[in-house]
C-alpha cells in the first residue's frame, strides 16, 4: 500500500484529528474495567538476573520480559495460553528493544521524564476509569506486576513522545494548497456511504518472521472473533496513532481510505472483523462497527430533552388542558405537576431515535418550548414538552481538521522511519 496508514492523508473525521501519542501503550489501563473482571496469571518462576538481550550495553532482563507479558495479558483481554503466551512474549522482547532505543535517543538530547510526571498519566489513566491511584496499585498487584513495570513503559512513551515532537514537529510543513485539495476531496464524498472504521496496526518489525507473523496475528483475529475487546487489543498492540482510542478512526467514506483497505470494508458487514491485511506499513486487522448512508443531516440523529407529565385517569381533562396551555418553562410546569400530584420526568438530550417509537411523530416536528397535545389511555394521560433540541449537522469538516490530519500521519510516519534508523545503527545481542 502506498500509505504508512489505513487513512489517505485526506482524512477528515473529527475523532482522528489530534496530534497523537506515537506509542499509546499506556493508555491499555483505559481497559482496566475489563481487565479487573479476568482472573490474575498465576506468577511463574522467574530468573530475576537471566539476560534476554543486550542493546547497545544495556541489558533487558528475563524478569522485564515476563512482567510486560504479564501486563499485555492482564489489560488486552486476550485469552492466556502457552502459545500464546510464547508469541506475546517474542513481540514484547522486541518491543523492550525498541523502548531501550527510543530512551537512549531521549538521553542523547538530554530529554528528562520526571517521576511526578509519570505518576500524573497514573492519575490521569485512574481518573477516566474512575479508578483512584490506589486502584491501579491493586490492579497491578493482583496481576503480580510491580508497579516499575508500568511505570518504566510510561516513562519510555513520554520520552519517545518529546523527542518526536522536539525533533520532528517544526519540520513539517502543510500547504494551504495541499490542505484546499484534500478538504475539497473530502467535500466531495460527503453524501457518499460511511463506514465505522477501527484499526489494528501491527508492527512487522517486532517479528522475527513471516511464521511469528501469522501465528501471532491470526490468533488475536480468532480471539477478536470470539468476543475478546477489540479496543483494548488495539491500544496494546496498535501502532497507528489511532492505538489511543482503541483503534477507532470513526466514520469515513471509501475514498477517505486506502483503496485496497477501502476494497475490504465495502464488501465488510457491520460486527465483522477482517483477516489480517500485509500492507506497508504492517498488518492491518479491521473492524467495521457500522455503516451510514450519506453523511447528510440525520432527523433521527435530531436530539431532545422531553419532559414527561403523566396524570392519573381521575384528573379531570379541563385541568390537563389548563395545565398545557399555561405553560411557559419546564422548570415551571415540573412545579406545577408537583401541585397538581401529577409525575414529572426529564429524559436529558437523546437522539429521537434513542426515544420510544410513538414518541417519534409527536415531538419530531416540534421546537423548544412547544408542547405534544396530551395523549390519553385507560392508565390517564400523559403531556410531552420538549424542554431542548438539538438538531443534527451532519458531517461535519473544516479545513483546520484536514491540517491536523495531515499532520499527525506524517509526523508519525517520521517517528517510525526514525526508530527503524536507530534498530539498523544500533548493537543488539538476544540470549
Known sequence: MSQANVLNKGSTEETI?????????YSLLLTLAFALAQPAWAAIDRDVEGIAAIVNDQVISLFDVDQRV???????????????????????????????????????????IEAEEVDKNIMRIATENKMSYEGIQEFLKENAIEEDTLKAQIKAELAWNQ????????????????????FEKAMRSINEPRYYVSEILLNLDSFANDEQINAL????????????DFGAVARQFSIAPSSARGGQLGWLSADQLDKEIAAIIVRMQPGQISAPIRARAGIYILALGDVQQGGSKNPMKNQFDILTVGFDKQTPPATV???VSAFKTCRQAQRDAKQLQADAQRSGLKELQQLPAFLHPLVGGLEAGRVAPPQSSDDGTQVFVVCDRKDDLGVQISRDAVSDSIYSQRLSMMARRHLRDLRREAVVEYR
Open 17 to 25: 484529528m489530534r496530534k497523537p501519542m506515537f506509542l499509546t501503550a
Open 70 to 112: 504479564d501486563l499485555v495479558f492482564a489489560t488486552s483481554g486476550l485469552e492466556r495460553s502457552n502459545d500464546m503466551r510464547e508469541r506475546i512474549r517474542q513481540q514484547v522482547l522486541r518491543s523492550l528493544v525498541d523502548e531501550k532505543l527510543q530512551m537512549q535517543e531521549a538521553d542523547r538530547v538530554e530529554i528528562e
Open 321 to 323: 388542558n389548563k395545565f
Open 163 to 182: 523527542f518526536v515532537r522536539r525533533s520532528f514537529g517544526g519540520r513539517l510543513s502543510i500547504s494551504d494548497e495541499e490542505v484546499d485539495e484534500q
Open 217 to 228: 496475528s491470526n490468533e488475536i483475529v480468532a480471539q477478536l472473533q470470539n468476543g475478546v
